[in-house]
């Protein structure tokens, strides 16, 4: 199995930018597929961003398109999201999540994740 560790979050204003990462340790030298989910206070956690094991493959909830990037470094076992542009609508807590598969497979769905990270709060103030 794989231990996931998100670090990055905090406070920034409107406009702003932050870097999540998440550190995978455990069983990293098989294929995982790799997402960050987020969850608001009263709302149900929702996809953010996926990416392939290969790198190869991205794929990004509408909301975020063209402001996050998704990016992972397998020599270091850690995935990163690039958060710009920040709006306070992006205010909660972001998870990382894995879940063995091929080399090329993304997905989008919470169900499909096995492994999830403790959560870091991003706050975006107005």
């Known amino acids: 199995q794989v231990q996931l560790i998100e670090s990055g979050g905090g406070l920034v204003q409107a406009g702003g930018s932050l870097k999540l990462s998440c550190a995978a340790s455990?069983?990293?030298?098989?294929?995982?597929?790799m997402g960050w989910f987020r969850q608001a206070p009263g709302k149900e956690r929702g996809f953010v961003a996926a990416?392939?094991?290969?790198?190869?493959?991205?794929h990004y909830a509408d909301s975020v398109k063209g402001r996050f990037t998704i990016s992972r470094d397998n020599a270091k076992n850690t995935v990163y999201l690039q958060m710009n542009s920040l709006k306070p609508e992006d205010t909660a807590v972001y998870y990382c999540?894995?879940?063995?598969?091929?080399?090329?497979?993304?997905?989008?769905?919470?169900?499909?994740?096995?492994?999830w990270g403790q959560g870091t709060q991003v706050t975006v103030s107005s």
């Open positions: 999540a894995a879940t063995y598969t091929g080399w090329g497979t993304i997905l989008p769905a919470d169900d499909d994740y096995n492994y």
């Open positions: 455990g069983r990293t030298n098989s294929p995982f597929a």
């Open positions: 990416i392939s094991w290969s790198g190869g493959k991205t």
